[in-house]
């Protein structure tokens, strides 16, 4: 079983900057991709940012050049720095991952963090 926990969201003026973490842990043999998406009332989850084990990365139209998807493989964590915000970028966001597993019962895992809630507003 693995677990992501995210962190990093609140309440931020528009044009202002928050980073968001997610830190994965428990039977992690590997990580393939990581990404952010969100979810806002009444709406579909989207995806806003991934990033592969090898680094290559694809975001939403709506983010690009505003947000920046990374990752530390040792601490196996995805980030998401978060520029110029937009009262639209208001939503729960939501980290996922998934890789290769140390348990031979379930050798893949997929997970999705609890949420953190990222409020832009004057």
């Known amino acids: 079983q693995v677990q992501l926990v995210e962190s990093g969201g609140g309440l931020v003026q528009p044009g202002g900057s928050l980073r968001l973490s997610c830190a994965a842990s428990?039977?992690?043999?590997?990580?393939?991709?990581m990404g952010w998406y969100r979810q806002t009332s009444g709406k579909q989850r989207e995806s806003v940012a991934v990033?592969?084990?090898?680094?290559?990365?694809n975001y939403a139209d709506s983010v690009k050049g505003r947000f920046t998807i990374s990752r530390d493989n040792a601490k196996n964590t995805v980030y998401l720095q978060m520029n110029s915000l937009k009262p639209e970028d208001t939503a729960v966001y939501y980290c996922n991952g998934h890789g290769a597993s140390t348990s031979w019962i379930n050798p893949v895992w997929e997970s999705w963090g609890q949420g953190t809630q990222v409020t832009v507003s004057s």
């Open positions: 990033i592969s084990s090898t680094g290559s990365t």
């Open positions: 428990g039977n992690i043999l590997s990580i393939n991709s």
